[in-house]
């Protein structure tokens, strides 16, 4: 797994263990993502189904996109297609993908690289695997979060960000058996580079077989874990979790994840990622690619983009 690593965590900050009055945050649910496809045909597990909306809250949905690795000429990605009301969160773990938009976004991302999409008043975008891994073929792994915008942002301008891998906050655990990639957010005075306008914090931890990782979290927002890969137990109680696997947690200081001391061969150690946010508490109307808060302002965006005012796409 190429995503930003450190030969020796020691050498990193270490996250503080919890204190005396420190509540652990206790497992709500567990639950199982189903596979299937999305845009041309790429493999996902939509790690989140099954868990009530308001649970989630302010995130609408996480693919896990592959683990495959494609043979020559069988990469894929998604057509042109439009989004207004919300963020998307592009995390690639291996492989490459490019993104191309309708309000001049663009760039490609590898290895622990990050595009934050705020789609907002709404846009035209695209992301597929460049051509020559097209012709090559070659493993691929990421995935995708939707983090929903409140009402007042909705209809904000779009905005891209590329988030290099290398810009990253790293920190490790208090026993420097877990790496901690602090994408977004802050996690015990760590910032991350994403800059987000509904407050939220989104972690990749890599937690050696047989380690525990207690990680801060903020109070007030929710959290969720997601096994990338490998096995282990989540939450005080030790609730047994594995690869392609949620967990809900409730309220509390800290949420605690172990990872078994017995790993399968391919995954030395445990892969998940991590994500809390302020919950926004506004009413959902969601179809498609808009979400929005009603049933008439969905309307308004389906007539919008087939009006073209989501911009065209970009020549070449």
Known sequence: MPAITVD????LNRLKTPGLGDQPRPVVQIST??????GEGFPVRRAFAGI???HLDPFL???QMGEIDYAPGEPKGTPWHPHRGFETVTY????????KDSHGGGGTITNGDTQWMTAGAGLLHIETPPEWLVQSGGLFHGLQLWVNLPRADKLIA???QDIRSGQVALVTSAD???LVRVIAGSVDGNDGPGSTHTPMTMVHATIEAGSRLELPWNVDYNALVYVLNGSGTVGNEGRPIRMGQSAVLGAGDYLTITADSRQESRSPSMDVIVIGGQPIREAVAWAGPFVMNTKAEVMQAYEDYQKGRFGHIPAG
């Open 8 to 11: 020796d965590l020691t050498v």
């Open 61 to 63: 949905m996480m693919d």
């Open 33 to 38: 993502a189903p596979q299937g496809y999305e």
């Open 52 to 54: 009530d909306q308001r």
């Open 158 to 160: 779009p905005k891209y």
């Open 92 to 99: 690639i773990i291996d492989g490459v993908f490019d993104h």
């Open 176 to 178: 420097a058996g877990s």
